[in-house]
């Protein structure tokens, strides 16, 4: 495996075997490209969930991220990040991440991301079709909570149970949604 030094980069820590699902969101939610320099300086350009579905070991021998390209975001554009853990500083039991971009009061696009509500972190599309054109509410976010947590496949283990970390899912979702929302809107639920 990778030497302790080289996890502390950003790329070092997702190529890690437990990459920080904080920074997986994040490159998730933000619709990263990955750049890799192949052998025979050939360069590839990959979308973050192509690069992540690859694996730790996966890259070609010899291969170099080059960089993590993420698209121009207008300011119209709120972001943010939940999370539950047993201490501020221990790896989240459950964490969302959610974009969301606001013209005319309505959501122009939104893009939501969990990690320990299924075996991987991933997006979210239904919620994320769900929210397009609409001004939040309470009853609005309660109804992409309640997405949230029928499309959790959560697994049990020491930090939490299946139905424990099902049940914050909905929550870190709902909560990553309004504050995204407030930063984008300007105006509070």
């Known amino acids: 495996g990778p030497g302790i030094r080289n996890l502390s980069g950003l790329w070092g820590a997702i190529q890690a075997c437990s990459g920080p699902p904080e920074a997986l969101l994040a490159l998730l939610v ?15 350009t990959l979308s973050f969930p192509e690069f992540y579905s690859m694996g730790p070991n ?6 170099l991220v080059l960089e993590a390209a993420l698209p121009p975001f207008a300011t119209s554009c709120g972001w943010a990040l939940e999370r539950v853990a ?3 500083r221990d790896e989240a039991i459950v964490a969302a991440a959610a974009v969301v971009e606001v013209e005319d009061g ?3 696009w939104v893009s939501l991301a969990l990690a320990g509500a299924n075996p991987l972190p991933r997006r979210i599309p239904t919620v994320e079709t769900d929210l397009l054109g609409k001004t939040f509410d309470a009853q609005t976010l309660q ?4 997405t949230v947590q029928e499309q959790s496949d959560p697994a049990s283990n020491f930090r939490g149970s299946s139905e424990y970390r099902r049940s914050m899912a909905g929550l870190v979702a709902r909560r990553a949604l309004e504050k995204a929302w407030e930063h984008a809107s300007g105006r509070k639920i």
């Open 58 to 63: 996966s890259l070609h021998k010899g291969a």
């Open 30 to 44: 933000l619709e990263a490209q990955v750049v890799l320099l192949e052998a025979g300086e050939k360069q590839c």
């Open 86 to 88: 047993r201490t501020p």
């Open 143 to 146: 109804a992409a909570a309640e």
């Open 106 to 108: 309505k959501t122009k």
